[in-house]
């Protein structure tokens, strides 16, 4: 999808791209100035540095044999390849010897360093640009020298030393600059070419990175899009680069794959409500229809309205272990969590359910040795484990003299595991096991024992909401229920 120059600038990508392009500009454009004068000065210092070398030189052949010495060191000097600028001019300023032929107005009236570098011409330019450039005409020629005059003092520039001798003649030692202005001038393209390489490569970043980021991100707006248009399977793109948009990806996801739990679960809680809660409500409908017809004694009314309270409760506690299955699921409990000692309610549960364990000729043992201290809620733990030995008690059998249901727990590397074991049919097959901890679902040999599919269900949103899990292994014969607890650290 094309973007224009205004939509692309309104993108968090484009505005931190020219950002940074400007950052970098900036920087670079203070670099350019920052060693250009530095390089000025350098050049500058070393520049004085040699005339005062040279002026040094001609005081001491000043001194050994005065003005006619120093004259000859200055036409000597000056005749040498890349020689410094030399003049040597009376009081009124008029030139005698050296190698400059004319100087910029009011250089040589005062003395010390020239404040400002100034235009000059040497001897031998003027001849050489008329060579170049002959002309026929007088005026012509007149022209054409104020031309190459002026083009020579635009063309050269030097700083120079100003000193008064003892006969008050004029002495002038100066460099030309055109060298310096040549390191400058190469420093500041080689600067200004950085800056346009880091232009460049700001826009190659941009039109890469920036474009890949916008393109990612257009593609987690459109997966957006479908998942709220209903497409709740949808799931956000993943590259596998790692980066910071693929985790986010992967949080999102991960998000929707819960929320997607969540729905699928509530879908269910419906399904099984509307099929498996039609059988109770159908029988108390028909059982007030029955005692409505006809005409019976006071009992059997009582008994009738007994009945309707028995399967009210039992209609009461189903909704409740749905509810409590839906919020331990979800994640979210009113449940406090402190330390619960599993010895201590292992041994109460047990207690309990001995005289059901008796009544159905069934044998009931426990197993508990030692300290086993978990963080959970103690109220949730033990009706997870009074479902599971409850379960146990109803499939066991006591033909083979051997305990019909047993309670053990132990610590087994960093797990504490409370298992309640059967010697009942079992279930051999995985996945039926697999299934038996779902709402509402009873395999066919369970049908003629009372309940109503929830209770290992509960016991599995009770771990989860532990932190543990449920696990369902053959005990051969029967079954064994694992509760595996993370272990509690003890300081």
């Given at each position: ?217 257009d593609s987690v707006s459109e997966a957006s899009r479908r998942i709220m248009g209903g497409d709740l399977s949808g799931r956000l793109p993943v590259t596998g680069a790692g980066d910071e948009f693929d985790r986010l990806s992967e949080n999102l996801n991960s998000m929707l794959a819960r929320i997607a739990t969540l ?229």
């Amino acid at each position: 999808m094309a973007l224009s120059l205004p939509a692309i600038m309104r993108t968090t990508a484009a505005r931190l791209s020219a950002l940074y392009l400007l950052l970098f500009a900036l920087c670079a454009v203070l670099l350019v100035l920052y060693m250009t004068s530095l390089s000025a000065r350098m050049l500058t210092a070393q520049t004085q540095e040699t005339i005062n070398d040279e002026v040094l030189g001609l005081a001491r052949a000043y001194q050994r044999g005065g003005l006619p010495v120093l004259v000859r060191v200055v036409e000597a000097r000056s005749r040498q390849p890349g020689a410094n600028l030399y003049l040597i001019a009376d009081t009124n300023g008029q030139i005698l010897t050296g190698n400059v032929q004319s100087l910029e107005p009011g250089v040589i009236e005062t003395e010390g360093w020239t404040t400002e570098p100034f235009s000059y011409r040497r001897f031998g330019e003027g001849e050489l640009e008329r060579q170049r450039n002959p002309v026929s005409d007088p005026n012509d020629m007149q022209s054409g020298q104020s031309e190459v005059q002026a083009e020579g003092e635009k063309g050269h520039n030097a700083i120079a030393l100003v000193l008064r001798l003892p006969n008050q003649m004029i002495m002038l030692v100066g460099r030309d600059l055109g060298e310096p202005e040549r390191f400058r001038a190469v420093i500041r393209r080689a600067l200004m070419l950085a800056l346009g390489m880091m232009g460049l490569g700001g826009l190659l970043i941009w039109f890469f990175v920036g474009r890949a980021a916008l393109k990612r991100i257009d593609s987690v707006s459109e997966a957006s899009r479908r998942i709220m248009g209903g497409d709740l399977s949808g799931r956000l793109p993943v590259t596998g680069a790692g980066d910071e948009f693929d985790r986010l990806s992967e949080n999102l996801n991960s998000m929707l794959a819960r929320i997607a739990t969540l729905n699928e679960g509530l879908k269910q809680v419906s399904d099984n409500i509307a099929h498996d809660l039609k059988t109770p409500l159908t029988r108390l409908r028909n059982r007030a229809e029955a005692t409505l017809s006809g005409k019976h004694r006071t009992t059997d009314y009582r008994q009738a309205l007994e009945g309707t309270i028995t399967e009210s409760d039992q209609l009461i506690k189903t909704f409740n272990a749905i509810l409590m299955i839906s919020r331990l699921e979800a994640g979210y409990s009113s449940e406090s969590t402190n330390r619960v000692d599993l010895a201590a309610a292992v041994r109460d549960v047990v207690e309990l359910y001995e005289p059901v364990a008796e009544e159905a000729g069934v044998t009931l043992e426990s197993s508990v040795e030692g300290n086993f201290a978990v963080d959970g809620n103690r109220e949730l733990i033990g009706q997870a484990l009074s479902n599971i030995v409850d379960n146990a008690i109803k499939y066991s059998t006591d033909s083979t003299g051997r305990p019909g249901v047993r309670v053990t727990l132990e610590r087994v590397g960093g797990e504490i595991r409370l298992t309640v074991s059967d010697n009942g049919q079992g279930i051999p097959d995985d996945a039926d096991r697999a299934r038996v901890t779902e709402r509402f679902v009873r395999l066919e040999k369970s049908r003629s024992q009372p309940g109503s599919g929830l209770g290992l269900s509960l016991a599995k949103a009770i771990m989860t909401f532990h932190n543990g899990r449920l696990d369902l292994l053959p005990a051969n014969p029967g079954l064994s229920v694992v509760m595996s607890f993370p272990g509690r650290e003890e300081h």
